[in-house]
């Protein structure tokens, strides 16, 4: 039996990066590179989400699992992610999950991991040593909170049954499993029957389970930072939730949001423009902030609509800032 204790969101990066690149005005210098990141961070996540898929609608397994899928935890001072945890009273299966078209082979001689599509071959970083490297982390994890050295069994799991996967190591000299997804039942009933002994009591399990979702950090990164894109460059508005452009205008009659494109008319198309703003720029946002980026001249106006979010706020009167969280509840 599978059980979701932690369950998998649009991952943060990728919301960054779709709200980047509808805020970058068309001639950025940076587009192209953000589009490309865009496509392979979206690629990632259906690829994942395969695995979800599978995971849920599998015949039931003998075991209890309880899966935590995206769970990122520090261990001094790095931190790593894991794509996808089972955990049970007997092991832990950690799971590194691939999206890759074409042919991917492993190298055993020069541990070289390279993919052949059309467009010929190419070299990516091994995801043996990555899954190896989240091992090794999470281990030392367990072991500095004091739960007993339970076996923990690496999987990398390609999403797509149509990957061919190839190596010229020896089945039996693999010490981690590279699969399809459409393979890991059948995967997961060889661990069940191979680890048999429990290495944790229930109680255990449960303030491991407590511990994993108390500990998860969701990843912050400036995205701006990241990609060298200066915050002036940011293009400002709100977006129009039917068709996507910018420029949003705030009728002063029926005081809903009016699309000069297509005509769309909207209540709280502000909210989503104001997730955007925590994405990009800053997780909190003062009221003049907020009309500069939502283009508003009403201070009154930005009040209100900041106020009816009922967001947390940190200091008084000028310096009052409300805080965002990712996800803005009322987002379109
Ligand atoms: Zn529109």
Redesign the pocket.
């Known amino acids: 039996m599978i059980q979701v204790k932690k369950s998998r969101g649009i991952p943060r990066n990728l919301l960054q990066l779709e709200a980047l690149l509808a805020r970058l005005p068309e001639a950025h210098p940076k587009r192209e590179e953000i589009r490309e990141e865009l496509f392979k961070r979206r690629s990632g996540y259906r690829g994942e989400r395969t695995l979800d898929f599978i995971l849920t609608t599998m015949p039931p397994t003998e075991r209890r699992w309880h899966t935590f899928h995206d769970i990122r935890l520090q261990q001094k001072r790095y931190a790593f992610q894991i794509d996808t945890l089972l955990l049970s009273i007997h092991c832990i299966v950690l799971m590194e999950v691939k999206n890759f078209s074409g042919e991917v082979h492993f190298d055993s001689g020069s541990y070289q991991f390279t993919r052949t599509n059309n467009k010929g071959v190419q070299r990516f970083s091994n995801p043996l040593f990555q899954v190896q490297r989240q091992q090794t982390q999470l281990e030392a994890w367990l072991d500095y909170h004091n739960f007993p050295p339970l076996p923990v069994i690496s999987i990398v799991v390609f999403s797509s049954s149509h990957t061919i996967i190839t190596t010229n190591q020896a089945a039996h000299a693999q010490a981690i499993s590279v699969l399809h997804a459409e393979a890991l039942p059948e995967k997961l009933r060889e661990i069940e029957s191979k680890f048999n002994k429990p290495w944790l009591s229930t109680n255990q399990a449960s303030s491991l389970i407590s511990l994993l979702l108390n500990n998860h950090q969701e990843l912050s990164s400036n995205c701006l930072k990241r990609y060298q894109i200066h915050p002036a460059d940011i293009l400002t508005g709100v977006t129009?939730?039917?068709?996507?452009?910018l420029k949003?205008q705030k009728s002063l009659k029926s005081k809903n949001w009016r699309?000069?494109?297509?005509?769309?008319h909207s209540k709280n198309a502000h909210i989503a423009s104001l997730q955007d703003y925590a994405l990009l720029i800053d997780p909190s946002i003062s009221n003049s902030e907020a009309r500069h980026f939502l283009e508003v001249d009403s201070q009154a106006t930005a009040r209100r609509m900041l106020t009816s979010l009922q967001l947390k706020v940190e200091g008084s009167y000028k310096n009052r800032r409300y805080l965002l969280p990712i996800p803005l509840p009322g987002a379109e």
Request: hydrophobic letters at 15%.
């Open positions: 129009c939730t039917a068709c996507q452009r949003m699309c000069p494109h297509c005509g769309h």
